[in-house]
């Protein structure tokens, strides 16, 4: 058992014991443990050191697997409001999977109201679309890492995201672990995020220039993870440029004629040996079904240890 965080006070997994004050280990400990092994809510009043406290412990449930992530425990004479928490999984895929990234998010970090009890993101659509600015390549970079590296390790991340439904912003902190692994290549990267009243994270100058350059681009910008064949970021003005359908997976190969995916997929392969490369035409869907032709030029840029593929899309007369 791990102390993430007391209060706005981030703590990085240490021992919940050598943290807390002896009052808060002999209230909070036995119940979290409870908590963590029924999933079940314990809510009721305590006695210690001569006198009444109220506390309350809360499991944190995972919207992708439905098991326990973690548990939220408040204590004291009179109870706060309790501070949302919410508990957050990412299924990655092995590469070469054909399968796409999911982003799984417990409601309670969002103001949803009495919608849906869970939001699951396809693909790379919770980094293009909910992520703001460099943030969104911050997180690229730790899915990147977790494809990349086979055991497990910390996650500590903070990042501003804007609610999906709500257009709320708000500055999240995210901590938990990537674990190994499955036998089917399948790995999990899950915790529990909450608000905090700003980012106290060192400035990232490559995710803020790429951020910078996306914010006021002139033409239509993406990245795409030539791995996945997703397009995770794109400039405000894509659809409205190109006019085209952006599919939940972020494929570019989903919304890419039949005839045309072999010379896109080998655009995307130069590009990831590090040559740029220009298509000269390749068809694209429209909402309406019918296709527009449009030049991709693109170039490779290094997102933490892996070439991606910047690229330009220009729509072609007619």
Same mark, same amino acid.
């Given at each position: ?6 209060g ?8 919940p014991r ?10 909070l400990?036995?119940r ?17 050191s ?15 697997t439905?098991?326990?992530?973690g ?23 092995a ?5 796409t ?13 009495d919608?849906?009890s ?25 899915l ?6 086979g ?11 804007r ?8 500055a999240?902190?995210?901590s ?18 909450q608000? #905090?009243?700003a980012?106290?994270?060192?400035? @990232? !100058?490559?995710?803020?220039?790429l &951020?910078?350059?996306? =914010?006021? $681009? /002139?033409?239509?910008l ?6 996945h ?35 896109v997929?080998?655009l ?10 220009t ?10 079904g ?5 030049? #991709?030029s ?5 997102? @933490? !240890?892996?070439?991606h593929?910047? &690229?330009?899309?220009? =729509?072609? $007369? /007619?």
């Amino acid at each position: 058992m791990a102390l993430l965080a007391v209060g706005n006070e981030l703590h990085q997994g240490t021992s919940p014991r050598s943290r807390l004050d002896p009052t808060a280990r002999d209230l909070l400990l036995p119940r979290v443990r409870e908590v963590l092994r029924t999933a079940r809510a314990s809510v009721g009043a305590a006695y210690h050191s001569g006198r009444r406290w109220q506390v309350e412990v809360h499991p944190v449930i995972g919207a992708g697997t439905g098991g326990v992530l973690g548990a939220q425990a408040i204590y004291g004479n009179q109870l706060p409001v309790r501070p949302r928490v919410s508990g957050w999984e990412w299924r990655v895929p092995a590469l070469g999977s054909g399968e796409t990234v999911r982003t799984y998010w417990s409601p309670e970090v969002f103001e949803l109201g009495d919608e849906a009890s869970r939001r699951c993101w396809e693909g790379a659509h919770f980094l293009d679309e909910v992520l703001l600015g460099s943030s969104r390549v911050r997180m690229r970079e730790l899915l990147a890492k977790a494809m990349r590296v086979g055991s497990d390790f910390q996650v500590i991340e903070e990042f501003a995201a804007r609610d999906a439904m709500t257009g709320f912003v708000m500055a999240l902190r995210m901590s938990g672990r990537a674990e190994p692994a499955d036998g089917s290549g399948v790995r999990w990267i899950r915790g529990l995020a909450q608000r #905090v009243a700003a980012s106290h994270r060192d400035r @990232d !100058e490559q995710g803020d220039l790429l &951020a910078a350059v996306f =914010a006021d $681009p /002139g033409s239509a910008l993406g990245v795409i993870d030539p791995a996945h064949r997703q397009i995770w970021m794109t400039s405000a003005n894509f659809g409205g440029v190109l006019g085209v359908r952006m599919p939940r997976t972020r494929s570019v190969l989903d919304i890419c004629h039949d005839d045309d995916v072999p010379a896109v997929q080998d655009l995307l392969d130069r590009v990831a040996q590090q040559s740029p490369a220009t298509l000269h035409r390749a068809r694209f869907a429209t909402p309406d079904g019918s296709w527009r032709a449009l030049e #991709v030029s693109a170039t490779p840029t290094r997102i @933490d !240890e892996e070439i991606h593929v910047l &690229a330009r899309f220009t =729509a072609l $007369p /007619g």
